[in-house]
């Protein structure tokens, strides 16, 4: 096999610059019409305003990977990514990828409150079915990061025929990725969600303070969140909480956020 790299280089070259010059840009309401059949052929990238994008990650994993057996991280893997497909899936997500130890799920913009709802019903999952098992079986904390943010992002299918996928860009899947980044500094248990400023204030502009901003009545009345800066991000604040959904309100307020934000 002849093989010419400086012909190999010199054709990726070409390509390149047309696609870095010649490109337009398609509007899109939702994600799922963004994702309806994008081509190769054409240099469009395809635009949806205020998305939401859930970003989640497994704390210590690279640690985690060279501690233990193949076999035991692929265990791990499946009790991370499966209950997050499934739940993110069962709350209206138009996309949902793993990366590894971690995923993203992506919602378009009426959907900010059932993205976070769905992040609280997998960490709820994680801590009740999954943490002391693992814990017990495989001596691993099995701690997981979550970052939500909204805006807008661009979908791409990049490659060519036969073998190709989707790439998103957009501030938007970084300030997740860092949020949940910033999590993972803070004290254990670490299974915290944080979110953007502006999904905070969609909880109060749908009236849903009284179940997502405030604890339920088992104890006092408490703030759930605290608040911090995103670094390097001019300012911008995230809040944070490590709460699960209570055994006795858990699912009344569960079922009230969802009627409520149905209603607006």
């Known amino acids: 096999m002849n093989y010419n790299l400086e012909n190999k280089y010199d054709d990726l070259n070409e390509k390149i610059n047309k696609v870095t010059t010649e490109q337009k840009i398609e509007y899109f309401e939702t994600v799922s019409d963004a994702l309806k059949k994008p081509k190769l052929e054409i240099n469009n990238w395809r635009q949806i305003d205020d998305v939401i994008v859930v970003f989640s990650d497994l704390k210590n994993s690279t640690g985690i990977s060279f501690d233990k057996q193949d076999k035991t991280m692929t265990k ?73 943010s909204k805006g807008t992002l661009k979908l791409k299918l990049i490659g060519k025929r036969g073998l190709n996928f989707p790439v998103w860009a957009g501030e938007t899947i970084n300030l997740s990725a860092l949020i949940s980044k910033e999590l993972k500094h803070k004290s254990s248990p670490n299974n915290y969600i944080g979110i953007t400023n502006d999904i905070y204030k969609e909880i109060e502009n749908k009236k849903l303070d009284e179940y997502l901003y405030l604890c339920c009545n088992c104890g006092e009345k408490s703030n759930l969140w605290k608040s911090e800066t995103i670094p390097n991000k001019g300012g911008k604040k995230y809040y944070y909480m490590n709460n699960t959904w209570c055994d006795i309100h858990g699912q009344e307020y569960h079922d009230k956020i969802l009627k409520i934000n149905h209603e607006c």
Do not use: R
């Open 76 to 148: 791990l893997l499946e009790y991370l990514n499966n209950p997050f497909i499934e739940i993110h899936d069962s709350y209206g997500a138009e996309f949902i990828e793993i990366k590894g130890d971690g995923g993203i799920a992506i919602y378009s913009k009426e959907k900010a409150i059932e993205a976070l709802l769905a992040s609280i019903s997998i960490k709820t999952f994680y801590y009740k079915h999954i943490n002391k098992k693992v814990k017990n079986t495989y001596s691993v904390d099995f701690e997981v990061t979550t970052g939500i």
